[in-house]
Structure formats: C-alpha cells, structure tokens
C-alpha cells in the first residue's frame, strides 16, 4: 500500500497532506490551500495506489478535511459531503462528515469512501471546466456557437455560447452568467441543465447569450473566488471595472442589448456550503429599478413554481447582498441599475435540500424546469 495525492490538476486543491496508516483504515488528511486569498472553500485532488498490487480487496478509507473551521461560511461542518469518482466510473457523494474537535477546539471532518483502485478524483462538489462546456456544445449539434469575447485577468481566452446570428433583432433575450466565484459548481451544472433544454425545444423564443466560465483562470488554479483579493468579480461591475473579465462581459452586453429586446440576465450562483434549504433567488434592491424589482419578483414567482417544494426554498425571494467597501456594484446592479435589464440571481446548493442529496442529474433537472419556466412564461 503506497497512497499518492496529486493536486497539480486541473481545479486542484490540497495541501498539507498527511496519508497516515495507523489507525483501523488507512487516512489521507489535507487542507485546502486559500491561494492567497482571505477565504477558501474548494479543494479538488486525485489520489492514486502507487503499487496496485498491494490494494486491500473491499477496502476502505478515511478522507480527513482539516482545518475546516477556518473554511467560509462552515457552520456545521457535518453538512459538507464532497464528490468522488473511482477510475472509470461516475461521480459519487459521500454521506454526512464525521466532524472531531480537539481539546483546544480544532475541528476537522472525515469521510469515508472505497480504497482507491488504481485511482479516486476528489473534489468538493462535482467539477465543471472547459471540458464539460465542450460536450455540451458537442450535444448541441451546432445549436450553441462558441465565441471568444476577449482575455481573463491572466490572459485565458473567455468565451460565450450564443444560439443565433449576430444581426439585430427584436426577440426577447436572455443573458446568463455562471461562476463568478470559481469554486460554486452548482450554478454551472444548473445552467448546463438550462441550455441542454434550449437546445433541445423548440418552443425557446429567446436569443439567448451566455458566459458559463466568468471566472476562467480561479476554476483552472482551483480557488474558490469569494471575496478574493483585492476585489470579490462580484463586487467591480459599472462605471470604473476591477477586473478585465468586467471590460469584456459588459462590452459584451452592450452588443447584446443592440441584438434582441433585452429581458432577464441571470447570474447562477451557489449559497453557504451549509445550507440545505433549497434553491432560491436573490433580488437586485428596489433603489436600483423601483420597477425592474417588480418584474423580478415576478420572474422569481415563476421560477419558485417550476421548482416546487421538491427544489424551492420556502423563502425564495432574497435581497441581494451588499457589495464590497470599495467602489463597484455587483452584476444585478449594474445590469438593472445601468443598463435596465431585469436580473437575479438564482442559489442553489452544495450538497443537500433537505435531506436529499444533490446528484449532476438533479442540478440539471433544476436548470431544465427553470428553462421550461422562462419559455412557458414567454410564450
């Protein structure tokens, strides 16, 4: 038995590693490396047997997560339940952490998974990249082009889906964004959910534009992207841009805005790591757009029935957070405050709703009721 973490991967994340072989089962403890940034959520490794012949048949062993009361937003460390996939097949999730304090009031969480044979990708919910976006626009037969709309912050080529001609037009349009911060996996797979539907319908009346990947270069270091220094992406919409993803999407607004009848942005999110109550909205504030607000309670009523209590949080109407001290807005502001356009932002959990577990095929069964809900409203 020899264990081997390897965390220079794509999304990778671990650090501090310690494989400890004397206790019942053999345990792999880590950390998750901040990358210099103030808060940190995501890690993401493989871990390989280096001598497969030494693998213990039906074995076991414990993932120990360290540290895990410095990590954001943790309440209950219980609560988390990261993925795993063993080589050649699908992703899993693991059950409810084993949470241990020490005297001191250290706490560190554990899981237990199957011996690794030869491999196990760990992450802490299901990865989504370049990759994943690929095989959706592969599925899509031709429906979604793919257009490099300028450069990240570390010059990675950003992209955007778009599903028609670039001549104006006056079709009612949608513009979606994922991954603001890079580590929130679920608004990708919600919004992977949402275009497989349109690509697939008929009905759709939208032109619809889209980023899946704002965040390019944090998902490929594997940062979590909340609240980075010296600026949250979220926090340096409008007027004077942080960032230079801001420069290239809000330029990328305007052309859309010169190509449909612009009616709802959509920014897809993930909440707190511990909350399991459900997917919800949040609201630009009514100073923004006194009657933009209305129009978005209205979208988030009919987003909150597409969901049902199967998905839908009770309380599915949410003011948005307040932005960072420095000057800036978040992307619902900007787009209902400057541009006047309708936008929310739709959360949807790590883990859990209620007591279920959140599996690919649940998130995208979210994105597709929220698709189907966008069009039946529209048409």
Same mark, same amino acid.
């Given at each position: 038995?020899?264990? =081997? ?7 990778? &994340? ?5 494989? =400890? ?20 959520? +995501? ?8 001598? *497969? ?149 008929? =009905? ?9 990947? /704002? $965040? ?15 600026? $949250?992406?979220? /926090? ?14 809000? &330029?990328?607004?305007?052309? +859309? ?13 993930? *909440? ?8 919800? /909205?949040?609201? *630009? ?56 356009? /309708? ?34 409203? =529209?048409?």
């Amino acid at each position: 038995m020899s264990l =081997k973490v390897r965390s220079r991967i794509p999304y990778g &994340n671990a650090r501090a590693v310690q494989v =400890k072989t004397d206790g019942e089962m053999p345990a792999v403890h880590f950390s998750v490396d901040p990358h210099g940034e103030p808060q940190c959520l +995501w890690f993401c490794f493989t871990l390989e047997e280096t001598e *497969p012949a030494a693998t213990p048949a039906d074995g076991k062993l414990r993932l120990v997560l360290d540290h895990c009361d410095n990590l954001a937003g943790v309440t209950d460390p219980s609560l988390l339940m990261p993925v795993y996939r063993p080589s050649d097949k699908g992703w899993f999730r693991t059950k409810r952490g084993d949470v241990h304090t020490e005297e001191d009031g250290r706490c560190s969480v554990a899981w237990e998974v199957n011996y690794p044979s030869p491999a196990l990708d760990v992450a802490f919910c299901f990865p989504y990249g370049k990759d994943e976006v690929g095989r959706l626009v592969h599925k899509s037969k031709g429906y979604w082009q793919t257009d490099k709309i300028g450069l990240s912050h570390n010059g990675r080529p950003l992209m955007r889906l778009r599903n028609n001609p670039t001549a104006p037009g006056k079709r009612p349009g949608l513009y979606l964004i994922a991954r603001q911060h890079a580590g929130e996996t679920p608004g990708s797979w919600v919004l992977d959910g949402v275009l497989e539907h349109l690509s697939r319908t008929r =009905k759709n009346p939208f032109l619809v534009w889209t980023v899946p990947l /704002c $965040d390019v270069d944090g998902i490929h270091g594997g940062d979590y992207g909340a609240h980075g220094l010296p600026y $949250d992406m979220n /926090c340096g919409w409008g007027a004077t841009p942080r960032r230079h993803e801001h420069v290239v999407i809000q &330029n990328d607004l305007a052309r +859309w805005q010169e190509r449909c009848t612009p009616t709802l942005a959509i920014d897809f999110h993930a *909440p707190g790591p511990c909350e399991t109550g459900g997917v919800y /909205c949040r609201l *630009p504030p009514p100073e923004s757009n006194p009657e933009l607000h209305k129009e978005a309670v209205k979208w988030a009523h009919t987003l909150k029935d597409a969901l049902t209590d199967e998905f839908a949080a009770e309380k599915f109407e949410r003011a948005e957070e307040e932005p960072g001290p420095l000057p800036g807005h978040s992307f619902l502001r900007y787009v209902a405050g400057t541009l006047g356009v /309708c936008a929310v932002t739709v959360e949807t959990p790590y883990a859990m709703v209620g007591t279920t577990p959140l599996s690919q095929k649940a998130y995208r069964e979210i994105g597709r009721r929220i698709s189907d809900a966008l069009i039946r409203r =529209k048409t």
